[in-house]
């Protein structure tokens, strides 16, 4: 299968394991709604809660 270049593709999830997805919904906030499931687990391993902050300017860093 082809995909243009730099789209984020989500893993298929299996049936019986939907609930991790959207337990890991339910536990993160509102604002990591568009980040990959990769990152969803990231988060969730090391206890982050938001987006990291510039240390100049104190704009979130985004990997869009």
């Known amino acids: 299968m082809l995909e243009a270049k730099g789209r984020k593709r989500e893993p298929s999830v299996k049936p019986q394991h939907a609930y991790l997805l959207e ?26 809660t ?5 240390h100049k300017c ?4 985004r990997s869009d």
């Not at 337990?23 to 982050?48: D, Y």
């Open 23 to 48: 337990w890991m919904n339910n536990v993160l906030p509102a604002e990591a709604e568009g980040i990959s499931t990769k990152e969803k687990c990231w988060w969730i391993l090391n206890g982050l």
């Open 58 to 61: 104190g704009n979130a860093i």
């Open 50 to 54: 938001g987006f990291p902050e510039c």
